[in-house]
């Protein structure tokens, strides 16, 4: 049974940017964004009763399937039906693939305590020693270990939930 016209568009309301972002840092192109978020959105409407997990991530893998499917329809085309030059389509799929990631990462960081993703921030992202980041947290070096510990752990466990493939 599909999602009622009014969760559609609150869906769109609510994903709508955010999907568009992300499809423009991969193509540049802002007509084929809309399109992109268009039919991820159309998806969801037609799939809503087997989605599992997040919808916020069912909604990027979904978008990144289409880009990537819509890449291969272009690279299938004559030379002379092409409107643009295209990349190397490992490259195009390899920088999908990536963002998408970030974006599934980001989500997931979020719901993590401020404790535990400050430790990871700091280890990981900012690629501080133990040491720096006891300095920059104001933590003795010894909890900066067990929060980065336990903090992997939930980030595991948030992952699974969004269905997020390891």
Same mark, same amino acid.
Request: glycine share 2%; no cysteine.
């Given at each position: 049974?599909? !999602?009622?016209? *009014?969760?559609?568009?609150?869906? /769109? &309301? ?10 423009? +840092?991969? +193509? &540049? *192109? ?24 997040? !919808?916020? +991530? ?12 819509? /890449? #291969? $329809? ?22 999908? *693939? ?5 974006? !599934? ?7 993590? +305590? ?11 992202? &900012? ?17 900066? $270990?067990?929060?980065? /510990? /336990?903090?992997? #752990?939930?980030? %595991?466990?948030? !992952? ?5 493939? %390891?």
């Amino acid at each position: 049974m599909p !999602l009622d016209e *009014d969760v559609v568009a609150a869906i /769109y &309301r609510e994903h709508g940017a955010a999907l568009r972002r992300f499809v423009l +840092s991969a +193509s &540049r *192109d802002p007509q084929l964004a809309e399109d992109v978020v268009q039919e991820t959105v159309l998806r969801v409407w037609q799939q809503a009763p087997d989605i599992t997990g997040s !919808l916020r +991530s069912y909604l990027f893998r979904t978008a990144r399937n289409i880009m990537i499917d819509n /890449y #291969r $329809k272009a690279q299938r085309r004559p030379a002379e039906v092409m409107e643009r030059d295209l990349a190397d389509p490992s490259q195009a799929v390899e920088r999908v *693939d990536e963002l998408l990631n970030r974006v !599934l990462m980001e989500e997931a960081l979020v719901r993590l +305590s401020a404790e535990h993703r400050d430790v990871l921030v700091a280890l990981h992202y &900012r690629r501080f020693t133990v040491n720096e980041a006891a300095v920059q947290l104001n933590i003795p070096s010894g909890t900066v $270990k067990s929060r980065a /510990y /336990y903090a992997v #752990r939930a980030l %595991r466990i948030i !992952l699974d939930e969004m269905g997020v493939e %390891r």
